[in-house]
Each structure stands twice: as structure tokens, then as C-alpha cells.
Nanobody
């Protein structure tokens, strides 16, 4: 059974950093693009970042450009989201997801499997 398990969330202060991890178990996803999305309180889930299967391409939503970095370690079947200079508006449940294709994507329906999420809370 394929599973995506996120970790690394927590409660931090504005300006702090966190690194989220998402481990995919069940089979290799080295040829698949992966992404991070977040659901903020009272909002729809939104795209944060995506990385292609070979990590050649990355794509970010404007609000996190220059602060967040997505990366992957295919040997560990893991994708990361390094979050720096965190702001209270980054507070959300962060979900990772995997596509059936190589290329990056920013829409939810482009992704096939999802993790349960990890909570990130940024206090002011």
C-alpha cells in the first residue's frame, strides 16, 4: 500500500524556519513530480510548490518565492519543504502529494496521492 507521511510541522515564531519532510512508502516515485499544498484556516487548499521527477524544475506560488525551497532525495523517496522567514499567514496544514507524471503542476487534480498533512503554526 502506498503511503505519504508528512512530518516536521510545529509551532514557531514569525521569522523562524521549519523543514517539512514527506516520505513515500510502498514504491519508488523517483520519476514522479511531487508537490506541497496547504490549507489555511477557513480557506480552500492551495498550491505551495512542486518539483519534477528529476528535480530539474521547481515551481512556487508567488507568496513563498524566495522564502521556501522544495527539494527531493529520490534515494530516500522523500520530498522536503524548507520554509524560512515564516509569517503568521503561513499558518496552515501542509500536505504533500505525488503525480503520475514527471512535470511540475500547480492544480490539485493533477495529483493522485495525498498525505494526511502536518500542522504549521506561526505566531506573531
Amino acid at each position: 500500500q502506498v503511503q505519504l507521511v508528512e512530518s516536521g510541522g510545529g509551532l514557531v515564531q514569525a521569522g523562524d524556519s521549519l523543514r517539512l519532510s514527506c516520505v513515500v512508502s510502498g514504491r519508488s516515485f523517483s520519476r514522479n513530480a511531487m508537490g506541497w499544498f496547504r490549507r489555511q484556516p477557513g480557506s480552500e487548499r492551495e498550491f505551495v510548490a512542486s518539483i519534477s521527477g528529476g528535480a530539474e524544475d521547481t515551481y512556487y506560488t508567488d507568496s513563498v518565492k524566495g522564502r521556501f525551497t522544495i527539494s527531493r532525495d529520490n534515494a530516500k523517496n522523500t520530498v522536503y519543504l524548507q520554509m524560512n522567514s515564516l509569517k503568521p499567514e503561513d499558518t496552515a496544514v501542509y500536505h504533500c502529494a505525488v503525480r503520475s507524471f514527471w512535470g511540475v503542476a500547480r492544480i490539485e487534480r493533477a495529483y493522485d496521492l495525498w498525505g494526511q498533512g502536518t500542522q504549521v503554526t506561526v505566531s506573531s
